[in-house]
């Protein structure tokens, strides 16, 4: 019986198509070339022929410069236990114990935790959604929203009210495409001298395209980290570390701090599978890869107008290709990362949560994510004009069949997509930092006790809370749960949504008298 290896076997085998992560997409990123056909040839351990992760002196270090100069770093480290230990050693290694670093609430939790073992302190940095008079709102439901950005006036409002910051942390691109002004944020941060830190695992593919927004270090970041299983064709774990050549000159030492870090937070028997793919990635990228994603990046410009004009409404920001005079297509830079595909369902009288549903049961077309207004498509290189055509079909039925309705089939939707600040009009609460700084040691063994959710109101949290996907937190240990808090909560179990920090079978949460951190 292998209950687990069964399971993945039927999957792959039920679904006709898929439109989420890793963007080998069922291996079919690799068969093209015939690459990984059988990948227990490539796992071997750490010899002489083959090289070490952790002191990389031939193949390795050769692949390693090799991503660099593609990703346009001053070095680059291959990760293996996915962009989360790269996060936990970029955090830890600019940032010292007790010190200050600014991010918004739109962070995955992986960042949260890494703040928690380096000791960090958070500053939270208001978020703003296009077109919304909420700028001054920092609740993170907002995070799930397409159109949410930082701004740099928000950055520039943190760095004068908190000089003795450390760093600035960066989600770019979120989990929906949105991106944030980073040259701007980046200029602003070398003028009080601090490092521009990116969490960019939704955007490895962003530097071979110029129809795409400008990459982290393009833009000026010191350092990102990027999961190739993403966007590219590679393993799930995948993942990239760059820090820039500005960086690397201006402060030799952080980079070797970044080494220790990822010694300690990454596996002392790397996946040499995994490697392979991170090199095969980033050789295909920059060959034929590039003339791919520019064939992607127009099926999905014909599929946004496709959908629109079928009565999903799309994101802020996106933009159809334009003919000149000679009646030839101009191809001009996106504000967003056109490629994530993100649709609001309630204008055809559905959720998002019952159209991922639709998709799956009825045409065997698995995406990515739904909340209780969207759905979330991942798209790569080694999805085809046939996978869109059968998205596009499945989605227009869809649309067909329900365009009489004017409101969500399940009001539970509705109020957890309003619940949870999903519409401009509702009213979100301020999340605050902590008092004291966050300290996972400390935290894990304090006491503490799980009590229903219904009756955590003024108890202080022990856990992180967070819908998953995009594992965007609702709370943090530390935090005072609040009413609303819990109403966002319920709403979006009711919805549908998986909540990580909630035990399922009592629907509790786990809590502690007081903050417990240094």
């Not at 069922?26 to 068969?31: D, E, Q, V």
């Not at 439901?141 to 760093?167: G, I, K, W």
């Not at 980073?182 to 490895?204: K, N, Y």
């Amino acid at each position: 019986m292998k209950p687990l290896y069964d399971a993945l076997r039927r999957y792959s085998s039920e679904a006709s198509v898929v439109f989420h992560m890793p963007g080998h997409k069922l291996g079919r990123g690799f068969t093209p070339r015939g690459v990984f056909e059988d990948p227990a040839l490539l796992d071997v351990t750490e010899l002489d022929v083959t090289d070490d992760l952790h002191n990389p002196r031939g193949p390795l270090l050769e692949a390693q410069e090799l991503a660099a100069r593609a990703f346009g770093a001053g070095r680059t480290w291959f990760l293996v236990n996915g962009s989360s230990c790269g996060i936990f050693a970029m955090i830890a290694a600019n940032c010292a114990a007790g010190q200050k670093i600014l991010l918004a609430r739109d962070f995955h939790y992986s960042a949260y935790n890494a703040m928690r073992f380096a000791r960090v302190k958070p500053v939270y940095m208001p978020i703003t959604i296009t077109g919304t008079d909420m700028a001054d709102a920092q609740h993170p439901a907002r995070a799930y929203m397409p159109d949410a950005v930082l701004t740099p006036d928000s950055v520039e409002r943190a760095l004068f009210e908190h000089p003795d910051a450390s760093a600035i942390y960066l989600t770019r691109p979120g989990y929906y495409g949105s991106v944030c002004d980073i040259e701007e944020i980046t200029r602003q941060a070398r003028r009080r001298g601090i490092p521009v830190l990116v969490d960019e695992a939704h955007g490895a593919h962003l530097i071979f395209s110029g129809r795409l927004p400008i990459c982290a270090l393009a833009g000026g970041a010191d350092c990102c980290v990027q999961s190739a299983h993403k966007t590219l064709p590679a393993f799930t774990q995948c993942a990239y570390a760059h820090m820039s050549d500005r960086a690397l000159s201006e402060n030799p030492a952080r980079a070797g701090r970044m080494a220790e870090a990822l010694r300690a937070f990454q596996t002392s028997s790397p996946s040499f599978i995994f490697t392979a793919a991170l090199d095969y990635a980033r050789e295909y990228m920059s060959g034929q890869g590039a003339g791919d994603l520019d064939r992607l990046i127009d099926c999905c410009e014909s599929f946004y107008a496709d959908m629109s004009a079928a009565g999903y409404g799309v994101p802020a920001g996106i933009g159809f290709p334009s003919h000149n005079g000679m009646n030839n297509i101009t191809k001009n830079r996106h504000g967003r990362d056109i490629t994530r595909l993100v649709l609001s369902t309630r204008p055809v009288g559905l959720s998002g949560t019952e159209t991922e549903r639709l998709l799956w049961f009825k045409y065997k077309i698995k995406i990515e994510m739904s909340d209780p207004e969207h759905i979330v498509m991942i798209t790569t290189v080694a999805d085809n004009d046939g996978d869109f055509n059968s998205l596009r079909t499945a989605l227009f039925e869809i649309a067909s069949k329900n365009k009489n309705r004017k409101t969500p089939m399940n009001q539970t939707v509705l109020a957890a997509a309003q619940a949870s600040g999903a519409r401009a009009e509702i009213s979100a609460p301020v999340f605050v930092e902590p008092d004291s700084t966050p300290d996972f040691i400390a935290e894990l063994h304090a006491a503490k006790w799980f009590v229903t959710l219904g009756a955590a109101e003024g108890r202080v949290a022990a856990d992180i809370v967070t819908p998953y996907p995009p594992g965007v937190p609702l709370i943090c240990p530390g935090e005072i749960i609040t009413l609303q808090m819990i109403r966002d909560i319920m709403s979006l179990q009711d919805g549908g949504i998986i909540i990580k920090g909630i035990r399922e079978e009592d629907n509790t949460i786990s809590v502690y008298d007081g903050w417990c951190g240094g």
